[in-house]
């Protein structure tokens, strides 16, 4: 959410590297630990969720003139 926040902002930048960047593994599809990860992931989802839609209103609040030059994630990729 950061980066959004500095787009809106009106800062320029380059990402020389994505520190957050993280390796989920081989993960068989049916497996317990398929299942596992799947759970937590809807969990994730559902907290995550509440806070993008306000993210996105206070960005909208704080930044109208940047809304269409900065994209941010859309929640439909998320399902």
């Not at 390796?23 to 049916?30: L, N, T």
């Amino acid at each position: 959410l950061q980066r959004w926040e500095l787009c809106r902002a009106g800062y320029e930048f380059s990402l020389v590297e994505d520190l957050f960047v993280y390796h989920r593994g081989i993960v068989r599809f049916g497996s317990e630990c398929f299942k596992k990860k799947e759970i937590a992931r809807r969990i994730n989802i559902r907290r995550y969720l509440p806070i993008l839609i306000l993210f996105k209103r206070r960005m909208d609040l704080l930044y109208p003139m940047t809304r269409e030059s900065c994209a941010i994630e859309d929640e439909s990729r998320l399902y």
